[in-house]
């Protein structure tokens, strides 16, 4: 192997396991810390302090052309924004009211939450739906149902514990509605830490991969149903109806290429749920059951899914790069919050995960196999199962993406959840201890099945 492919394939290593995403989170850390206020001139002190952070994630987009217009209009053209619009912009403030619809405002952040993460939301969307095919994951529920049973467990024990934090605390009403915020599984990051403990060979990674994919999927569902931008506009469904039954269209008239789904009825789906007030991040997720597809799943991961041509694997394999990327924006832009924004919320967040989640998942298990005699996979104990209940308390990326849009405020309370989400990181050393204390051994190599390859890259 040459210099420049040994190069080439650590390049390819870092991507494939999300460090853009941890850098792009570790920079905007650095960055909001590091920045200094920026005087205003508002008398408003209840408001978050602007910064060259804030003044970056917040920049308008539109301003870069409009300017331009206004350079040319002449200074007898302008006019002074009426009382009306002052005292409803005002209002709108106050009442904590997210601009929506025109009055948006095509910003950075907007950018990359509202549009970019939409492609992520597609592939984790493609894992989901390709779970349910004939040899997925899910796709047996005899076999998968001591994992989804899991699953419950790992959604309702961080749930619970957050909810009881919040009553404890007597913070309901102000961190409340973030229960979602600690439900959340990192694939990436815990099928990582999940292959240091295990080994790629042990059962314990493909029970951790199939809780990951069902929590994914109530992620989604989560999302969309409890977490509306603005009330909903129902009849904005019928354009998502006509987007899916276009895509459909073109899968019976044999068309192959993924663009053609995208900007056609994906841009159409991704616009009516922008209308409708459900998160437009989820706008192409109802499309890619339609897109042409193999009848069978390989597994997450498997090696033998980048042979494969047809439209849907042609999309992730497109895309996959690019989305690396575009986590690493989304970590800049949603990551930087200082410091000293440790706080109650920070403490919920991390007590789901670090303690509801191996609680959750290990309580459920033990359900499974001792009050509905289910089966573990062979090859598993409940060591396995705890430390495996501690890896899955990494959220991270979709746990930083719920804590947006449940506080869509910005300023302290949403920085103390953010704070909980960027820390579940120490799931990882805490499910490496545990494992060392509880004798868990990694796999040796030479034991994985042929057919269940999962190593990436």
Same mark, same amino acid.
């Given at each position: 192997?040459?210099?420049?492919?040994?190069?080439?394939?650590i390049?390819?290593?870092?991507i494939?396991?999300?460090?853009?995403?941890?850098a792009?989170?570790v920079?905007?850390?650095?960055?909001?810390?590091?920045?200094?206020?920026?005087?205003?001139?508002?008398d408003?002190?209840s408001?978050p302090?602007?910064?060259s952070y804030t003044?970056?994630?917040?920049?308008?987009?539109?301003?870069?052309w409009?300017a331009?217009?206004?350079?040319?209009s002449g200074?007898d053209?302008?006019?002074t924004a009426?009382p009306?619009?002052?005292?409803q912009?005002d209002?709108a403030?106050?009442?904590?009211?997210?601009?929506?619809?025109g009055h948006?405002?095509?910003?950075?952040?907007?950018v990359i939450?509202?549009?970019?993460?939409a492609?992520?939301?597609?592939?984790?969307?493609?894992e989901?739906?390709?779970?349910?095919?004939?040899?997925?994951?899910?796709?047996?529920p005899?076999?998968a149902?001591?994992?989804?049973?899991?699953?419950?467990g790992?959604?309702?024990?961080?749930?619970?514990v957050?909810v009881?934090g919040c009553?404890?605390?007597?913070?309901?009403?102000?961190?409340?509605k973030?229960?979602?915020?600690?439900?959340?599984?990192?694939?990436?990051?815990?099928?990582?830490?999940?292959?240091?403990?295990?080994?790629v060979?042990?059962p314990?990674i493909?029970?951790l /991969?199939?809780l990951?994919?069902?929590?994914? $999927?109530?992620? %989604?569902m989560?999302?969309?149903?409890?977490?509306? =931008?603005a &009330?909903?506009?129902?009849?904005?469904f019928?354009?998502?109806?006509?987007?899916?039954?276009l895509?459909?269209?073109?899968?019976?008239?044999?068309v192959?290429?993924?663009w053609?789904?995208?900007?056609?009825?994906?841009?159409?789906?991704?616009?009516?749920?922008?209308?409708?007030?459900?998160?437009a991040?989820?706008?192409?997720?109802?499309i890619?059951?339609f897109?042409?597809?193999a009848?069978?799943?390989?597994?997450?991961?498997?090696?033998?899914e980048?042979n494969?041509e047809?439209t849907?694997?042609?999309?992730?394999?497109?895309?996959k790069?690019?989305?690396?990327?575009?986590?690493?924006?989304?970590?800049?832009?949603n990551?930087?919050?200082v410091?000293?924004?440790?706080?109650?919320?920070?403490?919920?967040?991390?007590?789901?995960?670090? /303690?509801?989640?191996?609680?959750?998942?290990? $309580?459920?298990? %033990?359900f499974?196999e001792k009050?509905?005699?289910l =089966?573990? &996979?062979?090859?598993?104990?409940?060591?396995?199962?705890?430390t495996?209940?501690?890896?899955?308390g990494?959220?991270?990326?979709?746990?930083?993406f719920?804590?947006?849009a449940?506080?869509?405020?910005a300023?302290?309370?949403?920085?103390s959840?953010?704070?909980?989400?960027l820390l579940?990181f120490?799931?990882?050393?805490?499910?490496?201890?545990?494992?060392?204390?509880?004798?868990?051994?990694p796999?040796?190599?030479?034991?994985?099945?042929p057919?269940?390859?999962?190593?990436?890259?």
């Amino acid at each position: 192997m040459t210099e420049h492919e040994q190069k080439s394939g650590i390049v390819r290593t870092l991507i494939d396991n999300s460090f853009l995403l941890i850098a792009g989170a570790v920079g905007a850390l650095i960055w909001a810390n590091m920045a200094s206020p920026i005087p205003t001139g508002s008398d408003d002190s209840s408001a978050p302090p602007e910064t060259s952070y804030t003044r970056f994630v917040d920049f308008d987009l539109t301003s870069l052309w409009s300017a331009h217009e206004d350079d040319h209009s002449g200074d007898d053209t302008q006019t002074t924004a009426s009382p009306n619009a002052t005292e409803q912009t005002d209002a709108a403030e106050e009442t904590g009211e997210e601009k929506h619809g025109g009055h948006h405002g095509l910003t950075i952040h907007f950018v990359i939450n509202d549009i970019l993460m939409a492609l992520f939301f597609a592939i984790a969307a493609k894992e989901v739906w390709e779970s349910l095919l004939p040899g997925g994951a899910l796709s047996n529920p005899r076999k998968a149902a001591t994992p989804l049973l899991a699953t419950v467990g790992g959604i309702a024990g961080p749930a619970l514990v957050y909810v009881v934090g919040c009553y404890f605390t007597g913070t309901q009403d102000i961190f409340g509605k973030g229960w979602a915020v600690p439900c959340a599984t990192d694939i990436a990051f815990s099928y990582l830490i999940a292959r240091m403990i295990f080994g790629v060979g042990h059962p314990a990674i493909a029970f951790l /991969l199939l809780l990951a994919i069902a929590d994914d $999927a109530a992620g %989604l569902m989560i999302l969309a149903v409890f977490y509306p =931008q603005a &009330p909903l506009q129902y009849y904005w469904f019928l354009l998502t109806a006509g987007a899916m039954a276009l895509a459909f269209f073109l899968r019976t008239a044999k068309v192959h290429s993924h663009w053609v789904y995208l900007l056609g009825p994906g841009i159409l789906c991704w616009y009516s749920f922008y209308q409708a007030n459900i998160h437009a991040a989820l706008g192409l997720v109802p499309i890619i059951p339609f897109l042409p597809h193999a009848h069978t799943d390989l597994g997450m991961f498997a090696k033998a899914e980048k042979n494969r041509e047809d439209t849907l694997n042609e999309f992730e394999h497109f895309w996959k790069t690019p989305v690396e990327f575009f986590l690493g924006l989304f970590g800049l832009a949603n990551a930087g919050v200082v410091m000293s924004s440790l706080g109650t919320g920070t403490w919920l967040v991390l007590g789901g995960l670090l /303690l509801g989640k191996p609680l959750g998942i290990t $309580a459920m298990t %033990l359900f499974a196999e001792k009050g509905l005699k289910l =089966q573990k &996979p062979a090859g598993m104990d409940y060591r396995h199962v705890v430390t495996l209940g501690m890896v899955a308390g990494i959220g991270f990326t979709v746990a930083l993406f719920v804590s947006v849009a449940a506080f869509t405020q910005a300023g302290p309370v949403q920085d103390s959840v953010k704070m909980g989400a960027l820390l579940s990181f120490a799931a990882a050393p805490l499910a490496i201890l545990i494992a060392k204390m509880l004798g868990v051994r990694p796999e040796p190599r030479a034991s994985v099945n042929p057919q269940m390859d999962t190593e990436a890259g």
